[in-house]
């Protein structure tokens, strides 16, 4: 789902002239993945689908929790004065709130009740949202002290790398891995197999941040809007 937004999102976000055409692009897609994701539940309750939760893995349908932290930085960057942290505890709370609440209503934790297909993804972006926001503000003491650490900050830096090559990792190497280790040590240990993997995963993704990643991300400072 990551990698079918990212290769369309650079592209709209290329043809936004403005930073209030940044923002409404931001809402607008939000809302209407709700809205599409509502309408898909309700084609797949009349049609019926194999999978257990279709909507899931649905790109259309999983788009505004990733628009709710773009729409963020969006006001940071351009309306900060529209931010006050009174608003982002409400929304905080609220959110909180509403998807304990009803998720427990009609049992959407295993994302299959009437709450968390149509609505619950949205709330749960939206309230995540806040997290973020409070880190980058250096409103929370704790938030502060946690996303501050170094190795904290640039395991962020990778983390798209990771998210991508740990799951092809984990598939085409583990099972050769473990086979390896058993070989050299004549002994069978998924842990080690695992942690193998996953610190070839790490040594990966640092050198695709450093060598493909950081020279993209310089491109954006052509991007000046305003």
């Not at 709370?93 to 304990?100: G, Q, R």
């Not at 995540?128 to 946690?146: E, M």
Request: net charge positive.
């Amino acid at each position: 789902i990551d990698e079918q937004i990212y290769v369309v999102w650079p592209l709209l976000i290329w043809l936004c002239k403005s930073s209030k055409q940044l923002i409404i692009l931001c809402a607008c897609t939000l809302l209407l993945s709700l809205l599409y994701r509502i309408g898909f539940n309700i084609n797949i309750a009349r049609v019926g689908s194999s999978h257990p939760f279709p909507y899931f893995h649905n790109t259309f349908c999983r788009l505004d929790a990733f628009c709710a932290g773009s729409l963020l930085y969006c006001l940071l960057r351009f309306k900060n004065e529209w931010l006050s942290n009174k608003k982002m505890l409400i929304i905080f709370f609220a959110t909180a709130i509403l998807f304990i609440t009803c998720g427990l209503a009609d049992n959407s934790f295993e994302r299959a009740g009437y709450f968390m297909r149509n609505f619950g993804c949205t709330i749960a972006g939206i309230h995540f949202s806040t997290w973020l926001y409070f880190g980058v503000k250096n409103k929370s003491r704790f938030l502060n002290y946690i996303f501050s650490s170094k190795w904290l900050v640039y395991t962020g830096k990778i983390s798209y790398s990771l998210y991508v090559f740990h799951w092809f990792l984990l598939i085409l190497l583990l099972p050769k891995i473990g086979h390896l280790f058993t070989v050299l040590t004549g002994i069978t240990s998924p842990v080690a197999a695992i942690t193998i993997c996953f610190a070839l995963t790490f040594i990966i993704s640092i050198l695709s941040y450093e060598y493909f990643e950081k020279p993209i991300i310089k491109i954006k400072k052509r991007f000046n809007y305003k």
